[in-house]
């Protein structure tokens, strides 16, 4: 986080002395004291300051003392302050949340797992999990879910519908014999389709695979990106939608 613009931003709202969202030092020293209980009062600190021979600006203090916490708390200050103001400074208190809290402007098209469906409660806890997850920067975390998820999907789906083969337990040929199963379909039914569309399920599967192996917390030590992340999430929601139309 670029905090020298969130501050900034928050600092140009809390230091116009004309209305309510005006923080004097004793203010912004509550703020910051809910928490961290070791702040000291105002004017304790102040003499603090003086006596070591800092700036006792409130622009500078303000700063200082808003980085000495660690970030999650900084957010907690922020969001705190921006609470008690957003009704005077509605649109400069949105913008500076957007910034503060960027997570929460990531969510993914959710597909629905029918309730009678095999595991259906622990299928939607995946999808659920997807979006936690890159909310809150685990992209291989991520990574390791969206495999479980089609792995779980997968199961349910053949032993919904292609019985003979529920031994299968790789993720790849379980996309396969699916995706030769919804062809079949369609072409029983006369249907014309693009052949892309079917293909996709077994290279969306194997972009999972080659992802989870190469990335994951759990194979290895690289970092995924979050790109990766939302784009693999995204993909696997769009394919479960995709065959929940065949059950």
Same mark, same amino acid.
């Given at each position: ?11 140009e ?5 004309g ?6 030092? !004793?203010?912004? #020293?509550?703020?910051?004291? =809910?928490v961290?209980?070791? !702040?000291?009062s ?6 603090? &300051?003086?006596?070591?021979?800092? @700036? ?8 200082? #003392?808003?980085?000495?916490?660690? =970030? ?22 949105? *913008? ?8 929460? %402007? ?10 009678d ?9 995946? #999808? ?33 519908k ?6 299968l ?13 919804? &062809?079949?379909?369609?072409? *029983? ?12 399920? @077994?290279?969306? %599967? ?9 990335? @994951?917390?759990?194979? @290895?030590?690289?970092?995924? =990106?979050?790109?990766? *992340? ?13 065959? #929940?139309?065949?059950?």
């Amino acid at each position: 986080m670029n905090w020298i613009v969130i501050f900034n931003r928050l600092f140009e709202i809390i230091n116009n002395q004309g209305n309510d969202a005006y923080y004097g030092g !004793t203010r912004f #020293l509550t703020a910051i004291r =809910e928490v961290n209980y070791g !702040t000291p009062s105002y004017m304790n600190y102040i003499e603090q &300051r003086r006596a070591e021979g800092k @700036s006792t600006s409130r622009r500078d203090y303000y700063f200082e #003392l808003l980085m000495e916490q660690p =970030e999650n708390e900084r957010i907690q200050v922020v969001n705190s302050i921006l609470d008690s103001i957003e009704h005077i400074e509605t649109e400069k208190t949105e *913008a500076i949340r957007a910034i503060v809290n960027p997570a929460q %402007t990531i969510v993914g098209p959710e597909a629905v797992i029918p309730a009678d469906l095999w595991n259906a409660e622990r299928l939607m806890e995946y #999808l659920d999990n997807l979006d936690t997850s890159i909310n809150e920067e685990n992209y291989e975390y991520t990574l390791t879910l969206a495999y479980t998820c089609l792995e779980g999907f997968y199961k349910s789906f053949i032993r919904e519908k292609i019985p003979a083969q529920a031994h299968l337990n790789d993720l790849t040929q379980m996309a396969v014999q699916i995706r030769n199963y919804i &062809r079949t379909q369609l072409d *029983a039914n006369g249907i014309a389709y693009p052949e892309q569309t079917v293909i996709l399920i @077994s290279t969306v %599967t194997n972009a999972v695979c080659n992802a989870r192996n190469n990335f @994951s917390d759990s194979h @290895s030590g690289n970092r995924a =990106e979050k790109w990766l *992340a939302i784009y693999l999430r995204d993909n696997v929601n769009a394919i479960v939608k995709m065959i #929940l139309n065949f059950i």
